[in-house]
């Protein structure tokens, strides 16, 4: 079945240095949808960003990722980290055939961003 | 719009007690989703309904646990004899109507304590 590897189980970084949360991902189908959910502490789990396209940049709030099909990859970047960036990221995939339109999602990443 | 709003917040139970858990999604959402998030396992899929019909239960441990949705205004998981390992936050989602690009909108979550 489609699996989502989120290799990093915490990230933590100086405020302003660049973030990138690596995400890779298995599925047997050419038609895959992913994404990256942010959960900040006390809210939600909500979108960042998501893309289908390969090799498109997909930018969102500051973010950006580019799903690489060759790769199976699909890392999370930001140029420059907050504070406020400070949250459990979270990657996922779906795909029209295989998984009946659930999302599955990677272990997820805690991103620490210190002053 | 409230959002996809899930009771109670918090839970707690003791071993072999049942618990259940609500969610009600946004409305005019058709599919509705069910996640198990912890440490260890990041989230977890569950199971999922498309207008009020079980879409997809693979996530579901299959001797303890049920899920309903028998209007489209709620959404019930209920876990009999419930144990320490089933400790977690259980978070609710809804989309649209299930397709694999869309958002999923998440709930807050209820946090199962299992003594």
């Known amino acids: 079945g489609d699996s989502v590897t989120q290799k990093e189980g915490l990230v933590t970084l100086t405020e302003g240095l660049p973030v990138m949360l690596n995400c890779t991902y298995q599925t047997i189908y050419s038609n895959a949808f992913l994404f990256w959910y942010v959960h900040y502490l006390n809210e939600s789990p909500r979108l960042l960003l998501k893309s289908s396209t390969d090799n498109k940049r997909t930018e969102h709030q500051g973010f950006h990722a580019t799903l690489h099909k060759s790769s199976s990859s699909f890392h999370l970047q930001k140029s420059s980290a907050q504070l406020s960036d400070s949250a459990l990221y979270y990657c996922?995939?779906?795909?029209?055939?295989?998984?009946?339109?659930?999302?599955?999602f990677g272990q997820g990443t805690i991103l620490k961003v210190y002053l | 719009n409230a959002g996809v709003i899930q009771t109670p917040r918090h839970k707690v139970t003791g071993k072999g007690q049942e618990a259940t858990l609500w969610c009600e999604p946004i409305s005019g959402h058709s599919a509705v989703f069910w996640y198990r998030q912890t440490i260890v396992q990041g989230l977890e899929f569950l199971t999922y309904?498309?207008?009020?019909?079980?879409?997809?239960d693979s996530g579901m441990p299959k001797e303890r646990f049920s899920a309903q949705m028998p209007n489209q205004s709620h959404s019930t998981l209920k876990i009999q004899s419930t144990q320490p390992q089933d400790s977690a936050v259980y978070l609710c989602a809804s989309s649209l109507e299930g397709g694999p690009a869309e958002t999923l909108y998440f709930g807050s979550g209820t946090r199962l304590t299992v003594l």
């Open positions: 996922a995939l779906s795909d029209r055939a295989s998984s009946g339109q659930k999302l599955v």
């Open positions: 309904f498309r207008n009020q019909a079980p879409i997809d």
